[in-house]
Every structure is written in structure tokens, then in C-alpha cells.
């Protein structure tokens, strides 16, 4: 792999997914708490109490990333940790936890990339409406606040949300997420107020510790093909899709406003009168990077809608609000163990789209893996899990992510997901996606041979950075290509 010498290769974990200690050091309860307490909802009624109990065994996780070589560690924190209620006082034990696990990571030469808000919303919060409730926007603002006070010399850039969609559409669409509602027009406002959320924290971050303050947000945008390129109809209900899988985050966190094919074609759902005068002004800030999280692609056609739902939930209500007329197609193979074809063409397409509209937007691919059934092996009495299919579609995908580099997308890093085998949501603990296998009833983690070949694609780049450094301060260099070496377009 030919990477930029800037270029960060790191992993990622989330704080429900990974760290257990539900009840401990103060930490308040969560939607996901309640979700996964309320029997059906969860596979194998499984819940995230102790997880992979990365709270108790933090230390010994940045050892192993220390291991592995991570120049980057993207993290969750638990808001319901550092402030029980959602609003008013912060849990010292809470902050103490994260600010310990931040300084572990500095001083193990790991760059912290730290999200905000990935699903965890405090059930007090919920019960007074959830993300359908503008207050719930209001009091994110003031937790981002919050925490660039208390961690903001720590942490190399902040992420405000992670995948918005899913909180607003599969948490109160088709109901599989938390807090497992099933009605369009709550959605639709969750989504909105996603959005002002989004802009009031990167607000308060960068009044809090200056203009310079690195801020992001992570979409996991859709990559939709249609069944016949040469169908109009097709193409239609590709645009259908587009709009309300990508366009209503992409709309007013980049350009300020919502399609108004979008607003036309869920009228009949919403009226839309969540949006206030001055909101889009709100939701409209300066990202220093866009991040991408990126799995499969999907195809659909115009139908009638019961063609499923993209793999977002089948069998369940529909997340896409608005997209009655449109059919899923089931998915080619090769697939994932989560049903998710295998498409690393699918991500360079979607790269080169962001920068074809967005050009002067860093882009980072925040999340890409693939859940396989992992299965430990003794060679020569010492644990060992073999996934080959998770390496291929790893380098596969990092392959596609060089590719884009190449015809000058300005692509900032990749994570890996994830780290280590977690709290799968709504799977349970059925599904692994992690390069170190996690033996969930006694604790021990195992390197996966994933694992160990990303450690080496991670040694062999920062070889790789460090001849680019001495060339760049040895020998003159005309302009252009000085600047390609410092990964840079313009």
C-alpha cells in the first residue's frame, strides 16, 4: 500500500459496544440499556452490561493496540457516564475514566480521534422525547461543551455524531435500534435535530478551545446501484434512496439546506415544521473532515415496496421514509456473515462522489470490516484464529482507498473496524467483527491473523513515511511533488 506519509491507519471501537461497566463509576442508564433489557429486542437476549469489559481492561487494550502498532484509536465516549442526566452536572468518575484512557493512549503514541455520540443517548433524555425533541439537540450542544472543557487538550479531533442516519431511522423507523420506535415522522425530526445537534456542538467545541479545534462528523453514506443503468425509473428510485439515505445529513451540514425533492416526497409523512428560521445556519459548519463509514453496496428498482429494506432490518418496518416505491434487491454474493455483499469497487465510487461535489473536503474512512464466524485453534498450544476473508476484504477495500488517493481524492486515514469483537446491537454478541477475538465468558483476546497482517501493512507505512521524511528534508524538491508527499492536492 502506497499511502500519504499524513495518512493515519488506526481502529475503532464504540463505548456501549466495548467497555461493560453498566452500573459502575457513576455511569447512568442508556436507551441501549433499556433496548437490550427488553426481552425480544436483542439476539439471545444479550445486553452490553459487561461487553468486552474494556472499562476494567483498558490498560491492557492499549497494549495491544501499542502492539498492533495503531497510529490511531477512534472511541466513543458513554454520555450517560459523564452526565447521567443528559444535562446538568458531570460524574467526575465518569470524566476521570476517559481523561485516564486518553492520557494511556498520548502516552503509547496513539493519536485519540474521540465521537461524541455513538447511540448511547441518556435514557432521561429519552424520556422526555428523545432525538424527536428539540431540548435533546440543545443538551448535545452543551455536552460538547462539556467535554472539549474537560478533555479538549487531549483529544486530536473531535467526531460529533457517528452515523446519524441509523439513530434517526432505524431507532425510530423500522424500530430494530433504539429506542426501537416505528413512525416516519418521528425520523424525520430525529434527523433534523441530528443535524442541529451537529452544529451546535461544533459550535461550542470551537468557542470553547479556539477555531482550531478539529472537528468531523461520520456518515455512513449509501451506495445505491440501480437494477438497470438504462431505466429512468431505475435511476429514479436510486435518487429516492440517495435522498433520504445521504441528502438529509449531506444537505444541511455541507450546503445548508434540505432537497426540496426530499421535503415533496415525505410530505405526505411530515409537515417539516421541526425546522426553525435559522436552523440551517446552525447545522451549516466548517468540518475539517468528512469521515465515511463504508460496508456494501446495495441495488434496488421501482416496486412496491416490499422488496425489503437494504439490509437495514428485513422483516421489519422500513427505515426509508418516503421510499414506499422502491424495491431492495436481495444481495449478490460474496457476502459478509452480516448478509452484506462484498463490493471494495463500491467505496472508491463513493470517495471519488464526495470529492467530485465536495473538492476542498478532507475525507477520512472512519469505519470498514467484516463480520466473519471466527473459530480459535491451538498451533502448537497457543491460541490462534485464522480469518482469511477478513484480511481479503481488508486489503481489498485498502486497496480501493489507495486507488482514490491516486486520482487525488484527499483521503486523511482509515479505521479499521473494529478493534476487538463487541456488542454487535441489535446481533448481540452473534456477529464478530473484531481483529482481536474476544472469548466473551472469560475475557481473553486472541490476535486474529487480521490482526497481525494489518500490524504489518501499519509497520510497512510507517517505513514507508519515515524515507518520505528524510527524501523531503534531504534533497530539494520541485513544488508539485513536494506536495503530493505531503498528501496534499492543492
Known amino acids: 500500500m502506497n499511502f500519504p506519509p499524513g ?12 467497555e461493560g461497566g453498566a452500573a459502575e463509576g457513576g ?24 461487553a468486552t469489559d474494556h472499562y476494567h481492561r483498558w490498560r491492557s487494550d492499549i497494549e495491544l493496540m501499542r502492539e498492533l502498532g495503531l497510529e490511531a484509536y477512534r472511541l466513543s465516549l458513554s454520555w450517560p457516564r459523564v452526565q447521567p442526566a443528559g444535562r446538568g452536572p458531570l460524574n467526575p468518575e465518569g470524566v476521570a475514566f476517559y481523561r485516564d484512557l486518553l492520557d494511556g493512549l498520548i502516552a503509547a503514541g496513539i493519536r485519540p480521534v474521540v465521537t461524541l455520540y455513538h447511540w448511547d443517548l441518556p435514557q432521561p433524555l429519552q424520556d422526555a422525547g428523545g432525538w424527536v425533541n428539540r431540548a435533546t439537540a440543545e443538551a448535545f450542544g ?27 431511522f432505524l431507532g425510530y423507523a423500522s424500530g430494530v435500534h433504539a429506542p426501537g420506535h416505528t413512525d416516519g415522522a418521528e425520523a424525520l425530526a430525529a ?8 452544529g451546535l456542538a461544533t459550535i461550542a467545541i470551537r468557542e470553547e478551545l479556539g477555531q482550531g479545534a478539529g472537528v468531523s462528523v461520520t456518515l455512513n453514506l449509501h451506495v445505491t446501484r440501480p437494477e438497470d443503468e438504462l431505466d429512468s425509473t431505475h435511476l429514479e428510485a436510486v435518487r429516492t434512496i440517495d435522498l433520504v439515505g445521504n441528502h438529509v445529513f449531506l444537505g444541511p451540514m455541507l450546503d445548508g439546506s434540505y432537497p426540496a425533492d426530499l421535503i415533496a416526497g415525505t ?3 411530515s409537515d417539516w415544521s421541526f425546522v426553525r428560521p435559522g436552523d440551517l445556519m446552525v447545522t451549516r459548519q466548517r468540518l475539517d473532515v468528512l469521515g465515511v463509514n463504508y460496508y456494501s453496496t446495495q441495488t434496488v428498482r421501482p416496486g412496491d415496496g416490499t422488496g425489503g429494506s437494504g439490509g437495514h432490518g428485513d422483516g421489519a418496518a422500513s427505515p426509508w421514509v418516503g421510499a414506499g416505491h422502491v424495491d431492495f434487491l436481495p444481495p449478490a454474493g460474496p457476502l459478509t456473515d452480516m448478509g452484506w455483499n462484498i463490493d471494495p469497487e463500491g467505496l472508491f465510487d463513493l470517495l471519488t462522489a464526495l470529492d467530485n461535489v465536495y473538492p476542498d ?38 486497496a480501493q482507498v489507495e486507488r482514490a488517493v491516486t486520482a487525488g481524492v484527499d483521503v486523511r486515514g482509515y479505521f479499521l473496524w473494529s478493534l476487538l469483537d463487541n456488542f ?14 474476544v472469548d466473551y465468558a472469560t475475557q481473553e483476546r486472541v490476535v486474529k491473523d487480521s490482526g497481525r497482517w494489518y500490524a504489518g501493512v501499519i509497520a510497512a507505512h510507517r517505513a514507508s513515511r519515515a524515507a518520505s521524511e528524510e527524501v523531503a528534508t534531504d534533497t530539494p524538491r520541485p513544488a508539485g511533488l513536494l506536495t503530493r508527499l505531503l498528501g496534499r492536492r492543492r
Open 424 to 437: 454487535e446491537w441489535a446481533y448481540g454478541y452473534t456477529k464478530r467483527f473484531g481483529i482481536i477475538h
Open 27 to 50: 455511569r447512568g442508564p442508556s436507551i441501549w440499556d433499556t433496548f437490550s433489557h427488553t426481552p425480544g429486542r436483542v439476539a439471545g437476549g444479550d445486553t452490553g452490561d459487561v
Open 142 to 168: 452543551e455536552y460538547a461543551r462539556a467535554m472539549a472543557r474537560e478533555l479538549g487538550d487531549r483529544v486530536s479531533l473531535w467526531t460529533t455524531l457517528n452515523e446519524p442516519w441509523c439513530t434517526a
Open 267 to 269: 410530505r405526505h409523512v
Open 191 to 198: 434527523a433534523h435535530h441530528l443535524n442541529l445537534a451537529h
Open 361 to 398: 473536503l478532507p475525507l477520512m474512512v472512519t469505519e470498514n470490516g467484516a463480520a466473519f464466524p471466527d473459530v480459535v485453534e491451538e498451533d502448537d498450544g497457543v491460541p490462534a484464529v485464522h480469518d482469511p476473508r477478513r484480511r481479503e476484504y481488508v486489503a481489498a477495500h485498502l
Open 7 to 18: 495518512f493515519l491507519l488506526g481502529a475503532a471501537t464504540a463505548a456501549y459496544q466495548v
